[in-house]
């Protein structure tokens, strides 16, 4: 091993002198890769937001999801909560303003040439919501407000009361102190098919008539509908976040008019979440550009040098910019990830460049003119960015191990942006220092001296040198005593994602979600979905009572995270309640098919529109519509399976009768749920992954496994301190802040490197530890200090974006950054002073000695 070392050091030396010839060729090539990529990502460039980009196809998440969408239609919706200045939603101004916004929405809907708003298929509020009253054996569905407007005080009292006595309005439509009001905007977000498929099924479906439905039939006669046409075939066209962005800006043209004045908004649902996201990205692009531009500024304080500056951005942007173009001709569609793999290349690339750049200024301040300083630049620092280059491509590609696409595509583009900033720092960027270099001026000591960063760092390095020789064994200590205090942290530390929270506590979106959570029916949604095989299913009592028994398991068991239920068994209790002059003893579900076939014949003659939303056309699948308060995923996880363990219990009894049954959890909550703890738990154990396939390579690459083995402590310590950090502080670990964990890994294990190639060498070399630390202080001490400091504060640029999901990973990547500095520039040396380690100096030593004698 040791022989293979040397030999790339003198490869590396090489590198300088080797492509000065060929300089035009090489950029030759450069100019006509970076026009290829160019090519590439004008063509075939495309992004996909779409929360189905994140699973594999044909993820049994997304099958049910569609499969209800097919049934009923998206779950997408938005949930617009207003307060009236009066203070009661029953007030006549409030009333007139919301029944004028319910007429404002549904026209803007509705307009011939389709808009934005055209996703918009059915608004609820108010002045549309319906009761139902009995005629003799007639049951009437009746607007609660838009059939003739209450004048009168004692008229709004009246249907005050009414109101009152409808379970389903209740937080629904106005909060239990009537401060608050809602309207439901049902859309077909998600449920846009990309083709039509029209058969048998699907037109008499569409042929049904409000007034059709059931005349002429017996009452206890099927449907002539195949039970189990569902149109499988039928995809959906996903929707992107900026999709979202356009549809929410049209809705606040409609309710922020001066005319709604009256009324404070509270929005929530999916739409809006992800309408927050996506201004999070723009604010995110606005950031990153600040960060360049801090780096910038500090690049030139280090170098005093435009030439440094601008090649050392060449190399990271072009880096990138092929690893994006390369994955556009293969074929692959980006996300927001996208912008991770620019940070990455970024921190790798710009950490590579500091340390050619500032072991050239080095060496031409110890009097070597250009080509040497070249030279010995490369020698010094080619081995340790091969070793960071080959650990961190090799870790991101080990991301591709997961089931996740979106994942896979952010491992395979950021190790190829690595591999491609490896390749242009040994081939274009000799070539651009000799065409335009940091300049030696001023007199003649001063050239040989060369230019000194406006902040000089050697002074401290060696002081450090000294201080760490004489407190070894204290740092090392007091590392070890932070170390296992983090350790007991991490243990206390527990994997949560919400991205709704994700909000900082002062934004409209966190305010509503509060507001809707206590007040209203919640912020998010749950779907279970049943489907029977056959038809009339749903006409059979003890099928609807399997409803109603779950769903008072969950009002009487899950108060905490639930507000409300609805399913079909409500329609047939309230329908039952009402044609027995709404007697609450009759408020259940009869015994007899007959009964309860004719109550459901007559709810939809009275209101087909509602109750094809709850069952389809031959009754065999329907749906029961839970509202959730807002949480994460370590809550929201443990529910769900309790949920399903007790969907089982309650409904496993049927499957004799029903033998093709299938009870399912779904929705779009359901799968933001899941699709957040798949991401941290999938990062969590690749980031675990990452860090053993480092350790072996920092084995063999070192020549040494107790050099391999010291050099991950403090490649692990910043990750500890980070989640051990967490665990004290209460703050759970989530999705963002585990995906910038390889960045994180890669800068740590760039300085490291760097440390320990030097060290090993001069240790080698000497056989002092002291000579060894300063000398290694000396020579890359400055740079893993500037790298350090440009990275850390470019991560704490993050902190002060109003999206958490950039904040959190921003003040913790800093903090991990600042952690590792401190590592390599104490904890290692000191480390170094008490345990002395060989690092496989006797075996260099016998080879050397074996060769000497040979020769």
């Known amino acids: 091993m040791q022989k293979l070392l040397d030999r790339l050091n003198d490869l590396f030396e090489q590198v300088p002198t080797a492509v000065r010839p060929y300089r035009w060729l090489i950029t030759l090539i450069f100019v006509g890769i970076s026009i290829l990529m160019a090519t590439g990502i004008s063509k075939h460039f495309t992004i996909n937001m779409a929360p189905e980009a994140w699973y594999p196809k044909g993820a049994d998440t997304i099958v049910i999801r569609d499969a209800y969408r097919r049934l009923f239609g998206s779950d997408d919706n938005v949930y617009i909560v207003y307060q009236p200045k009066s203070g009661d939603v029953f007030s006549e101004q409030a009333l007139r303003d919301i029944a004028e916004l319910h007429q404002d929405l549904e026209d803007a809907s509705l307009q011939a040439e389709p808009n934005e708003l055209s996703r918009i298929i059915k608004i609820d509020s108010l002045y549309n919501a319906r009761y139902q009253i009995s005629d003799g054996d007639t049951l009437i569905s009746k607007k609660l407000i838009g059939a003739d407007f209450p004048n009168s005080a004692e008229e709004r009292e009246q249907r005050r009361a009414i109101a009152i006595t409808q379970d389903s309005f209740s937080r629904m439509f106005f909060s239990n102190d009537f401060r608050y009001g809602g309207i439901s905007l049902k859309t077909n977000i998600g449920a846009v098919p990309k083709q039509t498929l029209v058969t048998d099924n699907t037109q008499s479906t569409d042929l049904l008539q409000d007034d059709a439905f059931g005349f002429g039939l017996e009452i206890d006669s099927p449907l002539e509908v195949e039970a189990n046409a569902e149109t499988n075939d039928v995809e959906f066209i996903g929707v992107q976040l900026d999709e979202y962005m356009h549809f929410m800006a049209a809705l606040h043209e409609v309710i922020d008019q001066d005319k709604y004045s009256n009324f404070d908004f509270y929005l929530v649902g999916n739409s809006v979440t992800m309408e927050f996201i996506m201004n999070g990205v723009f604010e995110a692009a606005g950031l990153i550009l600040m960060m360049v531009l801090l780096i910038v500024i500090l690049l030139w304080a280090l170098f005093r040098s435009l030439s440094a500056v601008l090649w050392s951005l060449l190399v990271v942007i072009f880096a990138g910019f092929w690893a994006i173009g390369a994955g556009a001709w293969l074929g692959v569609s980006y996300t927001t990830m996208m912008t991770l793999t620019v940070m990455l290349v970024l921190a790798v690339g710009i950490a590579s460049c500091v340390h050619i750049l500032s072991a050239y200024t080095l060496f031409c301040r110890q009097g070597a003119d250009h080509q040497g300083a070249m030279t010995k630049a490369y020698r010094k620092t080619g081995l340790p960015i091969l070793l960071t280059s080959l650990t961190t491509a090799v870790g991101m590609l080990s991301l591709t ?419 590792a500095l401190l590592s390599d520039l104490l904890f290692l040396p000191a480390l170094m002073h008490w345990l002395k380690p060989n690092m496989g100096r006797d075996k260099v030593l016998k080879l050397a000695n074996e060769q000497a004698a040979a020769s």
């Open 401 to 819: 191990l997961t089931d996740m696409p979106v994942i896979q595509v952010f491992g395979a583009t950021s190790a190829m942006a690595v591999i491609f900033s490896f390749i242009l720092i040994f081939t274009i960027l000799p070539c651009a220092l000799d065409l335009w270099h940091p300049k030696l001026r001023g007199s003649q000591q001063t050239k040989q001296q060369g230019k000194k960063p406006l902040i000089d760092l050697q002074p401290l390095m060696i002081w450090i040198g000294d201080f760490t020789e004489r407190r070894s064994k204290t740092i090392v200590i007091s590392y070890l005593v932070i170390f296992i205090a983090m350790c007991i942290g991490a243990i206390n530390l527990k994997i949560d994602s919400n991205s709704a929270m994700m909000a900082r506590e002062e934004t409209p979106l966190r305010q509503s979600l509060k507001i809707v959570d206590e007040e209203m029916m919640g912020g998010m949604s749950l779907e279970v979905l049943t489907r029977f095989g056959s038809a009339d299913a749903l006409k059979d009592p003890r099928v609807l009572k399997a409803a109603d028994e779950l769903q008072q398991h969950i009002a009487a068991n899950y108060a905490d995270k639930v507000i409300k239920t609805f399913s079909l068994a409500n329609v047939v209790k309230d329908t039952n309640s009402v044609l027995n002059n709404n007697d609450e003893q009759y408020r259940v579900i009869p015994d007899d098919p007959r009964l309860t076939a004719q109550l459901l014949y007559m709810f939809n003659n009275a209101n087909p529109t509602d109750r094809r939303e709850t069952v389809n056309d031959d009754y065999s699948s329907s749906h029961i519509s839970i509202m959730l308060r807002n949480g994460g995923t370590y809550e929201y996880t443990a529910f769900f399976k309790e949920l399903k363990q007790d969907m089982l219990r309650i409904y496993e009894p049927l499957r004799a009768d029903y033998p093709n049954m299938r009870v399912e959890l779904t929705g779009t909550f359901n799968l933001a749920v899941e699709l957040m703890d798949h991401i941290a738990w999938t990062q969590l154990k690749s980031f675990s992954f990452v860090l053993i396939i480092i350790t072996v390579l920092m084995i063999i690459s070192l020549g040494s496994p107790q050099a391999g083995a010291i050099s991950m402590i403090p490649n692990i310590l910043p990750g500890i301190f980070t989640f051990g950090l967490m665990g004290w502080l209460g703050i759970p670990l989530d999705g963002d802040t585990l995906i910038v964990a390889p960045i994180i890994i890669g800068i740590a294990v760039d300085d490291t490197i760097h440390f320990l190639t030097h060290y090993r060498a001069s240790w080698i070399e000497h056989g002092d530890v002291g000579i060894a630390v300063r000398q290694t202080l000396s020579e890359v001490g400055q740079a893993v200090a500037f790298t350090s400091l440009v990275l850390g504060l470019g991560f704490a640029i993050l902190i002060f974006a109003s999206y958490l999901g950039l904040a959190k990973p921003g003040l913790f990547g800093s903090l991990a950054i600042l952690v």
